[in-house]
């Protein structure tokens, strides 16, 4: 079972003591270590929009304190922002639009398909019919025959 939780991450105080161009790889490094020590898990995951928050001002400024939500499995923490960006929100919008078209052309073909079996079954069901009262018309005039001799 899952269990989501909240973090205010402070990353300030830690990507302070290094050389600016460390500072974004520090600050994911303690993420990752606050997350180990308060999730107890023996594996953090970062998720897309939390690298690329910590990423968006480039390795001289990352962000001060960072909100996030914790998901975790088992011995895996999956750690992604409490609020997505615009720009996730949009992706997240296109490729469910994406899924919904490709369920109705889904449906459609699965139509499609019932309606040929159904002609399909229905054309034998005929020619079934046609050679039984054929089967049917000749012995009824062999007994005919029969019956007249």
Do not use: C
Request: glycine share 2%; proline share 3%; net charge positive.
């Amino acid at each position: 079972m899952a269990e989501e939780k909240l973090y205010t991450i402070p990353l300030r105080n830690e990507w302070l003591k290094v050389s600016k161009w460390r500072r974004a790889k520090r600050a994911a490094g303690t993420l990752r270590t606050f997350l180990i020590r308060h999730t107890k898990a023996k594996k953090v995951r970062i998720g897309r929009w939390l690298n690329e928050e910590i990423w968006s001002q480039g390795a001289h400024n990352p962000p001060g304190r960072v909100t996030v939500k914790v998901t975790k499995d088992k011995d895996v923490a999956t750690a992604e922002l409490s609020e997505l960006p615009a720009k996730a929100k949009r992706i997240a919008e296109a490729t469910q639009k994406v899924l919904k078209k490709k369920e109705s052309r889904q449906a459609k073909t699965e139509e499609k398909q019932k309606e040929e079996e159904y002609k399909k079954k229905k054309e034998e069901e005929k020619k079934a019919l046609e050679q039984a009262k054929q089967y049917q018309a000749k012995v009824t005039k062999s007994q005919e025959i029969a019956m007249h001799k």
